[in-house]
């Protein structure tokens, strides 16, 4: 540092130019320097967005196919219970046998 005691104002002045000066320099734009490995830098990302995106659409792939495949079950298992259905219901005939065997019998008892 610089001896200020006994330093005429010039001096002092001077110094205080100069320190205002180094001040500036710092804010002052430094030159650009170009990388060189920036465009292998973008080849890579490139690369890995691609392997990104494709892992991606792989998941998404297998998602909907487990979606299709659950649908497939449901509507298999639905129509299976809408058959059971079907085969516990009688037919107009069975059931006007049915009821005429329940009518023959309360006759029977009477």
């Not at 000066?21 to 830098?41: I, S």
Request: hydrophobic share 45%; net charge positive.
């Amino acid at each position: 540092m610089n001896e200020t005691k006994g330093a005429k104002l010039a001096d002092r002045l001077k110094t205080a130019a100069q320190a205002k000066q180094a001040l500036l320099a710092k804010f002052k734009p430094k030159p650009a320097v170009v990388d060189p490995l920036f465009a292998e830098r973008g080849v890579e990302e490139a690369v890995e967005l691609k392997a990104v995106r494709a892992e991606r659409q792989a998941v998404r792939a297998v998602k909907k196919e487990a979606a299709t495949a659950a649908a497939a079950d449901a509507a298999a298992v639905a129509g299976q219970r809408a058959e059971r259905k079907r085969a516990k219901v009688p037919t107009e005939a069975e059931a006007k046998d049915k009821r005429d065997a329940k009518y023959a019998a309360r006759k029977s008892r009477r």
